[in-house]
């Protein structure tokens, strides 16, 4: 209230404006905290009585003694420099500062934790998975010293260490695959993650890792994997929403870097001091916007586009050397592919051209559309069924439409396993309908390469197609929204001669993408009427070129073109942003034949538009001529696998430095005042200054400072954070907040150690061990009586911690148990089974969810796609931060939510099954079943009560085949042809209560 700050020695001492001087050090009598500490009345006491603060008699007179000492302040000690603290040697340190604060409180450790008990804890902490009963019965049976530490060494070697370790940096740096703004669209981010994970495989020192994240592209000669790094300043929410202020955004941006590595690296609220001095901690408002100027340089707007050339900024592309080879190859196939066919191109003669306008005008032409400018491929495929109502001549009369995918359902997407045949089935009920036509619509699906749209690529690759009507063959030909292949007419999009196959997919701005079975004769269908259509199409080449979906649609509209003036004439397709005709000739084709150029437009626009038509014409007779097809077709094929090829490239945002932008003080954080001064880029004031020789300072500079000796706070921080991970807590509670408003660390001495142990060579992996080895971490974690009196909360850890496993271990443990998990190590991100209508109120686009297919669904949970405003429900329900802001330390709950989620949700229902179809063959299942899940034999009453479970089940599905039907079909991986189904769908049951058991996602 006096804006008095005793935090601050050189503040506490100056006189305040009545002449008191709160502290004068020698002099208690004369200072005045000593004053109103001792005063007399209660008015003048402090601290108030409102503020229920009470300090003893005890404390009065040790301040009062330290005022009389001379008032020494020693400094907070997050900010003090980290000395090493000593310690025995030949014994590891961590349980020799343990057990110093255990005596000193009159407690002992307990005793080391049983060696089942042991193997389960350091399994789950350094991987994130449960061992094996191989792996449990050989760490029994070894007796030897080395026992445990070879066991640690494996675990450290495994790359599940590394998606562990991964996984909490990743919360730390915000990283997720949207932009969390406006339409939280997906950007090109994954490849940073593998960066992660590749680091902590690799034991990449972490103060290398730290300058390639800040400043990966400001190294000398920079590596392709440095760049990648360097996404990391690209990690912040961004928004594409057309009615932002630029300004204001790039303020949102800037603020958020600041925010993030303070807490991700120094554990400080650096972020309290954007609107003014940090009220407790000594960063003033001019340290965050001097921070915030370090990032000046960063190349971005505020408005960041999420489609065409330019969405989401500066990328680079990552191709392995093998598409580069590949990629090569091709360039130079299609190079002479064209060279062949711009020898042969030639311009209509005066003669062809009055030909082809008779046979335009005769109808002759009739489907007939010129080459898309702006294709795109399509490699998959998720179905839904609209009736066209508003197509004229739609007679559907009603009903219900109904369609279901057969094999699965969900979008192909990358990195997944194409089926070789998808089977789209349409049953009409109750109504009855009159069809010409059935089409597959093109829909682009959010978050795919390219926003939905495989990159540069034109051509979705079908292998045949085949359409049956209740059973009978349907003649039909194909077309799309802008060619065809009616007899006699010229195959544009045919890679190999045969009209039913080789289809390439429009799919452009201004165009409706298009796949149409245009039936021979019209379709009359009544009630249960069943048309059924098969696409097959390469699912192993290009199994990474990934694009949207189709949606089918019926339609009864009749197209007629018998000549100019008929409403008929107009496809309801439109070619270059213009209507093209059904005659086949783009308008500007048309305008061409007929001499005609548009009306009320100058000589010099007349006579562009007039070479327009002229251009449009030649290029209408070039792809039309008969004698170019067979080079057409070569070429088609040749672009068609080049643009699959490049589809399947992983892209990733990187960063780029450019001129620094003007950084000010911000009054109030308000971006539109420009009344602070400017700044320019350094450390905080309290840890004095870089030497950059009078040059601006740099990301580098930066990044060089956080590792260094001089600064104390990011090896605290990160131990601290680490030491979280092995027991449940940090060595100080607070781990964002290392300042005075932060907890003191329970063992100053033993954080100290670990620092300075980590700063000699920033080797994670050796601090990892170094905990894990400690006896500290091998206790019970059985509490005594005396323990849960005097240290309820267990900081001085007298014994082990027990708690829940994160979000992505539930999943991945699941799995595990069931068999299905796919232990493929980094790669593009994934989508689990997700709620239907889960997306429905996220617009721009709207969205609908396509799920992976194959292995892609059992991948480990650190591959999930990470959508910040719809993070998985999964992932959410069992604590997982959505990222959209840094996080350190994860809150752990335990609610009948989750409990509901193991039952429920289809990820864990799939799993369920299949580990039971395992049981199945085992003579004891239910000891077999513990034995994979909990390492344990069951004791007598829970093998009674699980019994009891299967066989009350087995009684409900004996006589209920349709309810074990719809249990165990659930997922996407098969059920045996021969199982037993009643028995299956009851030893499920078990199975659920077993994944749904509080021992077997708790870490002991």
Known sequence: MANLRLDLRAEAIKPLKDGAIPIVPGDPDHSAIIQRIFAPTAARRMPPQYAHKEISDQQKETIRRWVAEGAVYQGHWAYMPITRPAAPAGSNPIDFFIQAGLTKAGLTAAPEADR???????????????????????????????????????????????????????????????????????????????????????????????????????????????????????????????????????????????????????????????????????????????????????????????????AWGTQIELPTAAQTHQREALDKDIALAKQALDAKLTAPTPEEERALLAQWKSGALAWQFQRPEAARALNGAKLNVYNEEAVPGNVYSGGELVAENKPGHGLIVASGHNPDNETYIVTLRPGKGSWTSLGLDVETEDGLPGNGIARGADRFLLTGVEATIDGKPIAFSLATGDKTTQNGMPAMAVLDHDPNTGWGVQLGESTAPFLALRFAERLETGPDTRIVVTLRHDSLEYRRAVIGRFRLALSSATYSWPGEGTAGNRSKYKEGGEFAWAGGLPMAAINALKGEPSKNKDAKEAEKEVAANRKALREYFDWTHPELTPLMVKLESLEAKRNLLQASIAHVVTTVAVAPRETRILPRANWMDKTGAIVEPAIPEMFGKLE????????????????????????????????????????????????SQGEWPTNPELLDWLASEFMHDWDVKHLVRTIVLSKTYRQSSTESTLAAAKDPENRLLSHQARYRADAENVHDIALELSGLLNPEFGGPSVRPYEPDGYLATLNFPKREYSASRGEDLYRRGIYTLWRRTFLHPSLLNFDAPTREECTVNRTVSNTPLQALDLLNDPIFVEAARVFAERALSKSDQISWIFQQALNRNPTVQERSILSDLYAKNLERFTASPDAARELTVIGDSPVPKDANLPKLAALTMVTRAILNLHETITRN
């Open 116 to 310: 089942r008990t042991l193997i389960r804890r350091v399994t789950l902490d350094l991987t994130g998975l449960i061992p094996t009963p191989a792996e449990v019965s050989a760490f029994e049976n070894d007796r030897s010293p080395q026992a445990y530490e070879h066991l640690v060494d494996r675990l450290l070697d495994s790359p599940h260490y590394a998606e562990q370790r991964a996984m909490h940096w990743l919360d730390a740096v915000r990283y997720a695959d949207t932009c969390g703004f406006h339409g939280d669209n997906i950007f090109p981010a994954w490849p940073y993650r593998d960066y992660v994970l590749n680091s902590f495989r690799n034991n990449k020192p972490f103060d290398q890792f730290t300058r390639e994240q800040l400043a990966g592209d400001l190294l000398p000669n920079a590596t392709t994997e440095q760049k990648v790094a360097s996404a990391y300043n690209r990690l912040n929410r961004t928004s594409a929403e057309g009615g932002l202020q630029p300004e204001e955004y790039l303020a949102k941006y800037g603020a958020d870097r600041v925010r993030t590595v303070s807490v991700a690296w120094l554990g400080s609220t650096m972020g309290c001091a954007e609107c003014h001095d940090h009220k407790f901690d000594p960063f003033l408002t001019k340290d965050f916007y001097a921070m915030k100027a370090f990032f000046a340089d960063v190349e971005e707007t505020g408005l960041l586009p999420d489609r065409g050339e330019k």
């Open 692 to 739: 950059t020789n009078g040059r601006r300072a740099t990301r580098l500079d930066l990044a060089n400072w956080i590792v260094s000796p001089t600064n104390p706070l990011t090896s605290r921080a990160f131990v601290n954070r680490t030491w979280r991970e092995f027991f449940g807590t940090g060595i100080s509670k607070t781990l964002d907040d290392l300042g």
